[in-house]
């Protein structure tokens, strides 16, 4: 697989319920110790409380109080109230007042609490003060941080406790208040009453004055304008109908006089002599205009008859006709006339009555805009009375009204249960107080354990080598001893006793049945099968950091390679801390730093060891340039030479971090193993010594996981398969490599 960058990878692990669990059994312990611990301190608090008793008041309030005088008389005062918004607005109200400052400090002073020592330092008893008491407002503060108002649910009920240290003073002064409460409810309506009545009947003096002023003006005015009984409106309707009737006379008038005009332009277009074309039309509706003209054609018809006959002008027939027709023509010029002079004569007659007619409708205009005005002047003094007048029928009705409200005293809050004595002690709650320090004890317990878990930031699980290091895990080493027992190897018995020594890291020898033999031929067979084609001959064993356990991580490793029937040598190349030379008990004389000064010498440095096929080059005597000496081509031939010589080649290394040998030899090696301490390495260190092996490329194969503890949680199945008696012995090289 390809390894993913570590310093692209997260660096936390996710808080899973897993994890929650693991931290839990890990420090179950220490959950325990301060659940424990906080369950006394609470017992130990709990006890030493004083006893707190509650005395309790059950109060009814009523939203809709009994109205003797019917819903159509108001109080001055609203004691209740009817929509549902509305009664939770006055609930509300009604609570706040129980708890005001107001009745607190009226109930401080009737019961003298302020002068009364045990209840301000709320201690079982009746003990006064010493000539120094409390102030009322204090004493109230006092008791009001004491009293509770809880209304029960779905009801009008009110519960108001107190809470004190003497059972009889808390029954004294919740029922003290309760009354306080109630009669200050209905004094306060009878209060406000009084005030209102008294203040209605200042009103009412006042618009008994104004109403009378105001019928008075009203009536001076009357007489002023000299306005009879008769109402201003009748009056109006009266100029209305005569000034209706000038008008149509008027429009008569006018229409006669058009008339007339129009027949004197006709008579006026007829020709002064020319009798023949007089206009019938005009003339035919006169009969003696009609008849002088017939005459006066009879005539001419008679003339023209008498000429056309042969007689003469001169004839006396012809003269005589002649002079009818004139004696006709002048008597009908004359009726002529005297119809253009009656028609001028209508005319003018019509024209004066027009006229005359137009001077009475202008006067009874003028009246009617002068009664206008008095009407509006009349109208505003009539409404200002009218006004004053409803105002003072209200005020005084209202007066009548308040005041028989002023005399009952009915209250919509009645005391349902009196206050009584208790019997037991509500705080402190001892069973309550104890399971709630049990529960907080245990919760902090685990947050302090779940806090180690998240600031150990050690690697724990092979899972984490993976994904957040990036590494192909090799497997595990667990913890153990030479006996297959429990004594355990590691950070903490790194010092071995002299008889003992290297019985830990020979235990794949010693003992091949043990957990510990077969985590490591597992290692083994991991690494054999990475590479079958290309075996890595040269391995590197090293670690992050100093006491990893490497060395004992190379001994195995090697231990178990020439079990399965190699060539191998464990060459110690820590050329600071060398142990190799105290695991198997041999002197360090002769070794590395030896043989790349004197080839000869390599012969003496090759040291066989208990295990078959299995030898040891030890470091040899300290130098002052360790890692120049492992750069240097003299050890590059050394390790060319070695690797001719076996099959494999165990390298144990310093750590990479505190020194450069490491990295100098993971460029002379076929592979590189890092050794990594559960639950004592710290990732970063281990992703920094990642970092310096991929910068140079080195051959990293992978990682183990050492100083596994199988009883540790997610482990068991290492403790199972690695247990004593798990399967049969193995037999043969090939058995143990599988």
């Given at each position: 697989?390809?390894p993913?960058?570590?310093?692209?990878?997260?660096?936390?692990?996710?808080?899973?319920?897993?994890?929650?669990?693991?931290?839990?059994r890990?420090?179950?312990?220490?959950?325990?110790?301060?659940?424990?611990?906080?369950?006394?301190?609470?017992?130990?608090?709990?006890?030493?409380?004083?006893?707190?008793?509650?005395?309790?008041?059950?109060?009814?309030?009523?939203?809709?109080?009994?109205?003797?005088?019917?819903?159509?008389?108001?109080?001055?005062?609203?004691?209740?109230?009817?929509?549902?918004?509305?009664?939770?607005?006055y609930?509300?109200?009604?609570?706040?007042?129980?708890q005001?400052?107001?009745?607190?400090?009226?109930?401080v002073?009737?019961?003298?609490?302020n002068?009364?020592?045990?209840?301000?330092?709320?201690?079982?008893?009746?003990?006064?003060?010493?000539?120094?008491?409390?102030?009322?407002?204090l004493?109230?503060?006092?008791?009001?941080?004491?009293?509770?108002?809880?209304?029960?649910?779905d009801?009008?009920?009110?519960?108001?406790?107190?809470?004190?240290?003497?059972?009889?003073?808390?029954?004294?002064?919740?029922?003290?208040?309760?009354?306080?409460?109630?009669?200050?409810?209905?004094?306060?309506?009878?209060?406000?009453?009084?005030?209102?009545?008294?203040?209605?009947?200042?009103?009412?003096?006042?618009?008994?004055?104004?109403?009378?002023?105001?019928?008075?003006?009203?009536?001076?005015?009357?007489?002023?304008?000299?306005?009879?009984?008769?109402?201003?409106?009748?009056?109006?309707?009266?100029l209305?109908?005569?000034?209706?009737?000038?008008?149509?006379q008027?429009?008569?008038?006018?229409?006669?006089i058009?008339?007339?005009?129009?027949?004197?332009?006709e008579?006026?277009?007829?020709?002064?002599?020319?009798?023949?074309?007089?206009?019938?039309?005009?003339?035919l509706q006169?009969?003696v205009?009609?008849?002088?003209?017939?005459s006066?054609?009879?005539?001419r018809?008679?003339?023209?008859?008498?000429?056309?006959?042969?007689k003469?002008?001169?004839?006396?027939?012809?003269?005589?006709?002649?002079?009818?027709?004139?004696?006709?023509?002048?008597?009908?010029?004359?009726?002529i006339?005297n119809?253009?002079?009656?028609l001028?004569?209508?005319?003018?007659?019509?024209?004066?009555?027009?006229?005359g007619?137009?001077?009475?409708f202008?006067?009874?205009?003028?009246?009617?805009?002068?009664?206008?005005?008095?009407?509006?002047?009349?109208?505003r003094?009539?409404?200002?009375?009218n006004?004053?007048e409803?105002l003072?029928?209200?005020?005084?009705?209202?007066?009548?009204e308040?005041?028989?409200?002023?005399?009952?005293?009915?209250?919509?809050?009645?005391?349902?249960?009196?206050a009584?004595?208790?019997?037991?002690p509500?705080k402190?709650n001892?069973?309550?107080n104890?399971?709630?320090?049990?529960f907080?004890?245990?919760?902090?317990?685990?947050?302090?354990?779940?806090?180690?878990?998240?600031?150990?930031?050690?690697?724990?699980?092979?899972?984490?080598?993976?994904?957040?290091?990036g590494?192909?895990f090799?497997?595990?080493?667990?913890?153990?001893?030479?006996?297959?027992?429990g004594?355990?190897?590691?950070?903490?018995?790194?010092?071995?006793?002299?008889?003992?020594?290297?019985?830990?890291?020979?235990?794949?020898?010693?003992?091949?049945?043990?957990?510990?033999?077969?985590?490591?031929?597992?290692?083994?067979?991991?690494?054999?099968?990475?590479?079958?084609?290309?075996?890595?001959?040269?391995?590197?064993?090293t670690?992050a950091?100093?006491?990893?356990?490497?060395?004992?991580?190379?001994?195995?490793?090697?231990?178990?390679m020439?079990?399965?029937g190699?060539?191998?040598?464990?060459?110690?190349?820590?050329?600071?801390?060398?142990?190799?030379?105290?695991?198997?008990?041999?002197?360090?004389?002769?070794?590395?730093?030896?043989?790349?000064?004197?080839?000869?010498?390599?012969?003496?440095?090759?040291?066989s060891?208990?295990?078959?096929?299995?030898?040891?080059?030890v470091?040899?005597?300290?130098?002052?340039?360790?890692?120049?000496?492992?750069?240097?081509?003299a050890?590059?031939?050394l390790l060319?030479?070695?690797?001719?010589?076996?099959?494999r080649?165990?390298?144990?290394?310093p750590?990479?971090?505190?020194?450069?040998?490491?990295?100098?030899l993971?460029?002379?090696?076929?592979?590189?193993?890092?050794?990594?301490?559960?639950?004592?390495?710290?990732?970063e260190?281990?992703?920094?010594?990642?970092?310096?092996?991929?910068?140079?490329?080195?051959?990293?194969?992978?990682?183990?996981l050492?100083?596994?503890?199988?009883?540790?949680?997610?482990?068991?199945?290492?403790q199972?398969?690695?247990?004593?008696?798990?399967?049969?012995?193995?037999?043969?090289?090939?058995?143990?490599?599988?």
């Open positions: 697989m390809t993913a960058r570590p310093d692209l990878l997260p660096a936390e692990d996710a808080i899973t319920l897993p994890r929650l669990i693991a931290a839990a890990k420090s179950w312990g220490l959950i325990l110790l301060i659940g424990a611990a906080v369950l006394v301190a609470m017992a130990f608090y709990t006890l030493r409380q004083r006893p707190i008793y509650q005395s309790k008041v059950t109060v009814q309030i009523d939203p809709n109080p009994v109205r003797p005088l019917g819903k159509d008389v108001q109080g001055v005062v609203d004691i209740g109230t009817g929509a549902y918004w509305s009664n939770q607005e609930y509300n109200t009604q609570y706040k007042i129980i005001s400052r107001r009745i607190a400090e009226q109930t002073q009737k019961l003298g609490l002068l009364d020592v045990s209840f301000m330092l709320n201690q079982p008893g009746d003990a006064r003060g010493d000539g120094k008491p409390a102030s009322v407002e004493a109230g503060e006092v008791l009001r941080s004491r009293l509770t108002v809880e209304p029960v649910k009801s009008r009920l009110v519960v108001i406790s107190l809470e004190d240290a003497s059972p009889t003073r808390a029954q004294r002064i919740v029922g003290t208040l309760a009354e306080i409460y109630v009669e200050q409810n209905i004094d306060r309506f009878v209060d406000s009453t009084n005030s209102a009545v008294e203040w209605l009947g200042e009103q009412l003096d006042k618009l008994k004055k104004e109403l009378e002023q105001s019928e008075l003006a009203l009536h001076q005015y009357k007489q002023k304008n000299s306005i009879l009984s008769l109402s201003l409106d009748d009056q109006s309707n009266m209305r109908a005569e000034m209706t009737q000038l008008n149509d008027l429009t008569r008038v006018r229409t006669r058009e008339y007339l005009n129009s027949r004197a332009e008579i006026e277009k007829l020709p002064a002599d020319d009798l023949d074309k007089l206009a019938v039309t005009e003339l006169n009969a205009i009609n008849d002088l003209r017939k006066y054609l009879d005539a018809r008679e003339r023209d008859s008498l000429l056309k006959s042969g003469g002008e001169e004839h006396p027939e012809s003269r005589s006709a002649s002079a009818r027709v004139e004696t006709s023509k002048d008597a009908l010029l004359s009726e006339r119809v253009r002079l009656a001028k004569n209508d005319l003018i007659a019509s024209r004066k009555e027009a006229e007619l137009r001077s009475l202008a006067n009874a205009e003028k009246r009617a805009l002068d009664l206008n005005l008095l009407e509006m002047e009349y109208g003094l009539q409404r200002s009375k006004n004053t409803k003072y029928s209200v005020v005084l009705d209202r007066t009548k308040s005041g028989l409200s002023g005399l009952m005293r009915f209250n919509n809050i009645t005391v349902v249960d009196s009584q004595q208790p019997k037991a509500i402190p001892v069973s309550s104890l399971a709630i320090g049990g907080v004890g245990l919760l902090l317990g685990f947050m302090v354990a779940l806090g180690r878990d998240l600031l150990d930031r050690s690697v724990k699980h092979p899972e984490q080598l993976e994904t957040d290091l590494l192909t090799l497997g595990t080493l667990p913890r153990g001893d030479a006996t297959g027992g004594r355990p190897y590691g950070r903490r018995s790194r010092r071995i006793p002299a008889d003992n020594v290297g019985t830990i890291e020979l235990i794949g020898h010693t003992d091949p049945t043990s957990g510990l033999a077969e985590a490591a031929r597992a290692v083994r067979t991991n690494i054999l099968f990475m590479s079958p084609d290309n075996p890595h001959r040269r391995l590197l064993i670690s950091g100093p006491s990893e356990g490497k060395t004992t991580a190379a001994c195995c490793i090697a231990v178990a020439a079990q399965a190699q060539r191998v040598l464990l060459v110690d190349c820590d050329l600071r801390r060398p142990r190799i030379h105290r695991v198997f008990g041999k002197t360090n004389d002769v070794g590395v730093t030896t043989a790349v000064m004197n080839r000869a010498s390599l012969d003496s440095a090759i040291q060891t208990p295990v078959e096929g299995m030898s040891v080059l470091s040899g005597p300290q130098v002052p340039n360790p890692a120049e000496i492992l750069q240097s081509d050890f590059g031939h060319d030479e070695l690797s001719t010589r076996f099959d080649v165990v390298i144990d290394s750590p990479i971090v505190p020194v450069t040998d490491a990295t100098v993971s460029k002379r090696v076929d592979g590189i193993i890092l050794v990594v301490r559960a639950f004592a390495t710290n990732r260190l281990v992703r920094q010594a990642v970092r310096v092996l991929r910068d140079v490329s080195a051959p990293l194969i992978g990682a183990l050492n100083g596994v503890d199988s009883e540790r949680s997610g482990y068991a199945h290492y199972y398969y690695y247990s004593r008696g798990y399967g049969d012995k193995p037999t043969s090289t090939e058995d143990r490599a599988a």
